[in-house]
């Protein structure tokens, strides 16, 4: 039986679940459910704290699982990535009061507050830089204003809660995260993670795009085509008026409108839009 590892809890919990449901899993009812076996699919859930999760995959205790990329290097663990799942994006970055530097190197000699003290050690010291990291374990924001460090290194999303504490980005972007799918370093995909990459490949796909049919006079098909060409060559079908065809194809959405403009612009009509469930490409 697969075993795979969850979000429990934060930010990352909920479209992961989520996904996982759109896959085709069976996913816990609530939040206290903490094991779900789900046997249709010879898995087993175990919903973990992010933090914790590439330390269970690592020591090979379940075989893969979802968490954050900055928690993964964060943890020194020894697992890799298998893929992206698309959500739960953020930068990691320093922040201090205006003035406090303008890159790394003017940490030097400072105390940083972090949560991620794997993270910011490395980085520091890939940049030569010797610096105090004081570990805490959340609203590390407050850390400046209460006196206990000088700069703060953390997760950066909307940049709201850097802002009301007044305190503002400096340096290079020490990361670039999301949520991934990881496994433990230098193991064989077995078959059960190769369908899970499948099966989470297929709802990114059918996020990215919708089906698009519309009909359109036969001799401008070669046009509507070129317009749309989809990931592989539009299905053309011909209607029972043989002065005209029905062409079905998908398209990424956050194109839809301007390709239903330009194809009603060609002389396209009919044109309609419906969200793909999920596919295998
Ligand atoms: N706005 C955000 N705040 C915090 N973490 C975020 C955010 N957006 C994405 N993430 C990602 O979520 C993961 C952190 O999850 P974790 O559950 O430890 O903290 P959290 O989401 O801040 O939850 P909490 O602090 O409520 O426990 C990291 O991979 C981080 O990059
Ligand atoms: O850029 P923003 O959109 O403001 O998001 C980033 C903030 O959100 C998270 O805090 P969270 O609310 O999880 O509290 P925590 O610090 O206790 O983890 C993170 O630690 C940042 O503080
Ligand atoms: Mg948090």
């Known amino acids: 039986m697969l075993r795979i590892a969850v979000p429990n ?3 990352l919990s909920e479209p992961a679940v989520e996904m996982l449901r759109e896959s085709g899993y069976r996913v816990r009812r609530d939040s206290k459910e903490l094991v779900v076996a789900d046997t249709d699919n010879d898995v087993e859930f175990f919903y973990l704290r992010p933090r914790d999760i590439a330390v269970y995959v690592g020591s090979g205790t379940v075989d893969c699982g979802i968490t954050g990329r900055d928690l993964l290097l964060d943890s020194g663990s020894p697992a890799t990535e298998v893929m992206t799942l698309g959500f739960g994006g953020s930068t990691f970055r320093y922040a201090g009061k205006p003035g406090t530097g303008a890159a790394v190197t003017d940490i030097a000699g400072h105390r ?13 010291a890939e940049h030569g830089v010797s610096a105090e990291v004081v570990r805490l374990d959340g609203a590390v924001e407050t850390a400046i204003t209460l006196g206990v460090a000088d700069v703060i290194a953390d997760v950066v999303e909307t940049g709201t809660t850097l802002r009301q504490q ?16 990881i496994a433990r370093a230098g193991s064989e995909e077995t078959a059960g993670v ?14 990215h795009y919708v089906m698009l049919d519309y009909d359109v006079p036969a001799d ?3 046009a509507a085509c070129a317009v749309a060409p989809g990931l592989e060559s539009p299905t053309v079908s011909p209607l029972q008026n043989r002065d005209w065809a ?18 009603y612009d060609l002389g396209a009509r009919a044109i ?3 969200d793909i469930a999920a596919c295998r490409l």
Do not use: Q
């Open 9 to 11: 809890k934060g930010s």
């Open 112 to 124: 940083v507050a972090t949560s991620y003290p794997g993270l910011v050690e490395k980085h520091l």
């Open 166 to 181: 007044g305190l503002e980005v400096f340096g290079e972007e020490i990361l670039r995260s999301e949520a991934v799918l």
């Open 194 to 207: 190769e369908v899970l990459r499948r099966r989470l490949t297929g709802v990114i796909t059918a996020r």
């Open 220 to 222: 401008l098909v070669e």
């Open 246 to 263: 029905a062409v079905r194809v998908m398209v990424p959405r956050g194109r839809t409108n301007a390709i239903m403009d330009e194809l």
């Open 272 to 274: 309609l839009v419906t």
